[in-house]
C-alpha cells in the first residue's frame, strides 16, 4: 500500500475550513473550560489558549500524514515510527503546557490544576490527533490501493474483452468459408446464394458492432444467420425457431448468441433420415429479460472427435465480464440432444 500523493498542500487548504470551524465551536460557542481557561468567566482566556492549542493540534495531525507514517511506518520502520510520535507528542505537550503557564499570570489565574493533570489532559488531546493523523493517512492509502485495484481489473477486463471479440472473427469467418467450400460443385447457385448471405453478416461484424448495440439489430443479424444456415442445410434438418421482443431499443453486447447457433448447425446430429436431425431455437425478450432456448441432435459418436469448442468457451467468458450477476447459463445433453439455456437481464 502507497501513500497518496494527493495528500498535498491543496488538500490541506480543503481541510481549513473545518479547522476553523473547530477553533470558533470550541473558543467562543460551546461553553469550555480547558486547565483553568474558560469562555464564560473571561471569554479572551480561552480564545488565546486555543489559538496555539489549535496549531499544535494541525501540526500533530499533519506531521502524521506528510512524515511520520510515509517516510517511517509504511517503509518498515514502525519502532522508530512509536518512538518518534510518541516523544513529538510529549515534547508538543510540555511546550504547550508551558505557554498555559505564562498565559496564567496575563490572565490573572490561580484557580489551577497541579501541574501534572494539566499536561496529562493535554497529552490525552494531543495523542487524539496523533492517533487521527494516522488513520487518516492509512485510509487514504487504502482507498488509493482499491481504486488501482479496481482500475486493474477494469483494464484487464476490456483487454480480455477485445481478445475474445478478436476470436470471434476467425472462428465466424472459419465456419462460413467452410460452409460455402461444401456447397461448391454440389449446388454452385447455392453456394453463391449462401456467400452473398454471408458477407453481409460479416459486413456486420466488422462495420456495425460496437461495445453496445440495440436488441433489434442483433437479433436481426440472429435471424440472417439462421435462414443462411437454413438455406444451407435445405432439408437435411428439421429446424424451428422463433424471434420475438418488446423492446427494441434495449441495448445489448453483440455478437453474444451467435456461438450458440453456430454450435447447434454445426455439431447437429447426420442421420440418413432426415426428421431425425433437429435444431429449434427460441428467442424471446420480455420486460428487459431475453431468453434463449436453443436444442439440437447430434451424433453420439461424431461429438466425441468434434472439433471446436472456441465458440461456447468464448460466451461463458464474455457473460461473466459484460453481464455479472445479470446471467444464467445453462449447457447439458441429454440422451442424443444438446441443450443452451441463456437468460440476461439486460
Keep these: 500500500m502507497s501513500i497518496p500523493k494527493t495528500i498535498s498542500i491543496k488538500k ?56 511520520l507514517v510515509p517516510k517511517m511506518y509504511m517503509q518498515q520502520k514502525k519502532a522508530t515510527y512509536y518512538v518518534l510520535s510518541f516523544s513529538i507528542c510529549i515534547a508538543v505537550s510540555l511546550l504547550e503546557t508551558y505557554l498555559d503557564y505564562l498565559l496564567y499570570d ?20 494531543n495523542l487524539f490527533y496523533s492517533v487521527a493523523g494516522f488513520y487518516y493517512i492509512l485510509r487514504q492509502a487504502h482507498k488509493k490501493s482499491e481504486k488501482e485495484k479496481q482500475q486493474l481489473i477494469e483494464e484487464s477486463s476490456k483487454a480480455e474483452l477485445k481478445y475474445l471479440k478478436a ?10 468459408i467452410n460452409n460455402v467450400y461444401h456447397l461448391i460443385g454440389k449446388n454452385d447457385a447455392l453456394a453463391k446464394d449462401t456467400l452473398h448471405q454471408f458477407s ?44 420475438e421482443f418488446e423492446n427494441s431499443t ?10 450458440i447457433m453456430e ?23 420480455v420486460g428487459g429479460r431475453l431468453s434463449l432456448h436453443c436444442t439440437n441432435t447430434f451424433d453420439r459418436v461424431r461429438s466425441k472427435n468434434a472439433v471446436g469448442g472456441i465458440g461456447l468457451t468464448n460466451v461463458k467468458r464474455r457473460l461473466s465480464l459484460e453481464y455479472p450477476e445479470k446471467h444464467e447459463l445453462i449447457i447439458r445433453k441429454e440422451n442424443s440432444s444438446f441443450m443452451v439455456s441463456l437468460i440476461i437481464d439486460l
Excluded at 496575563?106 to 488531546?125: K, P
Design 12 to 67: 490541506v487548504v480543503l481541510h481549513l475550513p473545518i479547522w476553523i470551524l473547530n477553533y470558533l465551536v470550541f473558543a467562543f460557542v460551546v461553553h469550555s473550560d480547558w486547565n483553568g481557561f474558560n469562555n464564560v468567566s473571561d471569554p479572551n482566556s480561552l480564545a488565546y489558549a486555543y489559538t496555539y492549542g489549535i496549531f499544535t493540534n494541525f501540526f500533530l495531525f499533519y506531521i502524521q500524514v506528510f512524515w
Design 106 to 125: 496575563v490572565f490573572e489565574i490561580v484557580d489551577t490544576d497541579e501541574f501534572m493533570d494539566n499536561f496529562s489532559t493535554t497529552v490525552f488531546v
Design 167 to 176: 476470436q470471434l472473427n476467425p472462428h465466424f469467418l472459419f465456419n462460413g
Design 200 to 243: 453481409e453478416l460479416l459486413r456486420y461484424q466488422l462495420y456495425e458492432s460496437g461495445t453496445q448495440i440495440s436488441l433489434e439489430k442483433e437479433l436481426d443479424f440472429v435471424s440472417q444467420y439462421i435462414k443462411m444456415e437454413k438455406t444451407r442445410k435445405g432439408s437435411d434438418i428439421q429446424l424451428t425457431y422463433n424471434i
Design 250 to 259: 434495449k441495448k445489448i453486447v453483440p455478437l453474444l448468441l451467435i456461438p
Design 263 to 285: 454450435n447447434a448447425f454445426k455439431h447437429c446430429s447426420n442421420h440418413s433420415n432426415n426428421n431425425d436431425n433437429q435444431i429449434d431455437i427460441q428467442i424471446k425478450e
